[in-house]
């Protein structure tokens, strides 16, 4: 009877989110930086998605071209030290691309909304405990964090992406605490209690809704700096090991020929400064979307 009685209490909150997607999309998009972003990150998306149509030969293959050669017509980017088609290779790493920065996004997201919701709803000492252990992880730089993490786990390209995601979580933890310290002192919250509603429930159903925009904006500013930090990780060798076509370990394989082949170090660069900056652009613009305080600039 409990549960009947508590769900009209706690639907309200769900039933406006769904009404109002479509005005915040038109928006959101309405906006020339997310309109700038958004494109990029479809171009990405597609490029992952269509990689084996849109690459016009196998990114493993050796010599199917000259040696280091410049950008031509056949080799649009040109090819590498092994004769390999530069352009294949960086269609390829968008998949580990977006591989990355969803998996250590969703690591951060997953263990960060826990604590953050859990330390929020129940005070305490529990909230004291939970986030001084935050203020420990938060105490150390997020690269150098990973950095330790990848270097207890053993280096590879999917200890990166939990290294990164285990780096990242503080962050969600402090936002979704903030809001959730709000968010549980308002009324439907209270009625789910007062009608009898679990913990769980009521976390899951009244208050997880209130506090999804911080959540999203701080994913999507996120996500750039999880592509960045693997792709460091894999510069000093601790992550994407050869022949993978993942951005940072190109920029690895192309250091020693940056004076004499230095499409080799620009392509993947270049790569990585759109993506990056693409995805900044999109979460800049969510912000100002979903932050009342911003929403009259």
Known sequence: MSAALTAPALLPARAKTRTGFRPFLAALFSRRQAQLGGAVVLVLVLAAIFAPLISPYDPFELRVGPL???PTRAHPFGTDDLGRDLFSR????????????TISVAVAV???VLVGIVAGFYGGWVDALLMR???VMLAFPGFLLALAIVAILGPGL???MIAVGLGSFPGFARVVRGSVLTVREMEYVTAGRVLGATPPHIMRRAILPNVLAPIIVLASLEFPA??????ALSFIGLG???????????????????????HLINVP???IFVVVLAFNLLGNTLRDVLDPRLRHR
């Open 240 to 262: 994407a090991q050869p022949p993978s076509p993942e951005w940072g370990a190109l920029l690895v394989d192309a250091r020693t020929y940056i004076r004499t082949a230095p």
């Open 133 to 135: 252990f935050t203020d």
């Open 269 to 271: 660069g270049a790569a």
């Open 90 to 101: 960086i269609v390829y790493g968008s998949r580990i691309t977006l591989q990355i920065g």
């Open 158 to 160: 999917n200890n990166v």
């Open 110 to 112: 997953g263990l960060g």
């Open 226 to 231: 999880a592509v960045l930090t693997a792709a």
């Open 68 to 70: 280091k050669e410049p």
